[in-house]
């Protein structure tokens, strides 16, 4: 997964506009306590960074 769908995804679901502040955020401990923001600027992959965030959205089975 490249950032552009992971962005994409995350303005799919959250607007775009909020997405953004909330990819600023939101920390998310299963990102060791980082952002979205702050989980990619430390090289976590994008898969594993939406697959955090479509947990702590509690999107269904079929987004994932």
Do not use: F, I
Request: aromatic content about 6%; overall charge negative.
């Amino acid at each position: 997964m490249r950032e552009t769908e992971l962005r994409a995804r995350m303005a799919q679901h959250l607007g775009a506009t909020y997405a953004l502040h909330w990819a600023e955020n939101q920390s998310m401990s299963s990102l060791g306590g980082r952002t979205v923001e702050e989980a990619l600027a430390a090289g976590v992959d994008c898969k594993t960074v939406w697959r955090a965030v479509w947990a702590e959205l509690e999107l269904p089975l079929v987004h994932r």
